[in-house]
């Protein structure tokens, strides 16, 4: 079977392409796994589907599945186009709905769901939390210190609310998002819906314009804006490799 590796801004897949729909979940775990396979935080399998180019099958490294992933979209449609599934402009079909994403050269751009707010900002730990669900859901708390991520509350937060947990700073210019994910179980190099989440609550808080650059972990570099309510993210995208493997 052939495979793609993918890098979005710090967040790594493994994708190929197939006709049959099934369940990849010990599939995902062997081939995510980061000493005893090829390594990444998810596993992407495009199926055919009708009413759209495709339908992607998302697993997390654990082998869960997800509705939504950020990066994993801008990634799936550069494998798409690279592949001739798709055309530079196409819509797939996810856990979280039809997705619209645009490919230029390495740079994607995707047209993230409908943000939904899932509950009033509220405090826990001495901390303020605002819960948005981008696609999948996400826990969102304001730092003046990216230090001020803490592996163990996050973990805590993400068991308790079934969410991703995001601590976000704005330093006047850009945004700065450290993400601990689940099916990762750890903080990643980076969370599409995870700064989308952060995206949305700055914006709604009043305190972002309404486009702005945001850098993950990873440090590399994406952008997001709102335009007619809608909300956009793009960011470069790279092919690691290509190879065949026994499965």
């Known amino acids: 079977m052939l495979v793609s590796k993918y890098n979005a801004s710090g967040n790594d897949f493994v994708i190929f392409h197939t006709f049959k ?39 997390n490294s654990d082998g869960s599945e997800a509705s939504m992933c950020g ?38 751009e995707t047209q993230m769901p409908e943000v939904k707010k899932m509950r009033e900002s509220f405090e826990q730990e001495g901390r303020v939390w605002h ?7 996400h826990l969102v708390s304001l730092v003046e210190d990216l230090n001020e991520y ?3 509350l996050a973990s805590k937060m993400r068991y308790e609310h079934n969410a991703n947990v995001n601590f976000v700073l704005y330093d006047g210019k850009a945004l ?6 689940r099916g990762v179980e750890d903080e990643t190099g980076a969370c599409g819906t995870g700064m989308a989440a952060c995206f949305f609550t700055l914006h709604q ?15 590399e570099e994406v952008s997001f804006r709102l335009e007619k309510g809608i909300l956009f993210f793009k960011g470069e995208v790279l092919k690691v490799f290509e190879a065949g493997i026994d499965i």
């Not at 369940?23 to 199926?47: E, F, N, P, T, W």
């Not at 808080?205 to 440090?219: E, H």
């Open 205 to 219: 808080l009043g305190i972002i314009p309404d486009s702005i650059k945001v850098y993950p972990t990873s440090k």
């Open 150 to 152: 803490d592996k163990a």
């Open 131 to 137: 819960m948005y669900d981008t696609g999948v859901p």
């Open 21 to 59: 729909e099934a369940d990849y979940a010990s599939l995902a775990r062997k081939l995510c796994h980061r000493q005893k396979g090829i390594g990444a935080d998810g596993l992407i399998i495009l199926v055919p589907y009708v009413g759209a180019d495709f339908k992607w099958l998302f697993y």
């Open 176 to 181: 700065h998002v450290r993400t601990y994910e």
């Open 71 to 108: 990066n994993g979209t801008r990634a799936c449609a550069h494998y798409a186009y690279t592949n001739q599934l798709a055309k530079e402009t196409m819509t797939f079909f996810t856990g979280a709905g039809k997705i619209t994403s645009f490919v230029d050269g390495n740079i994607v």
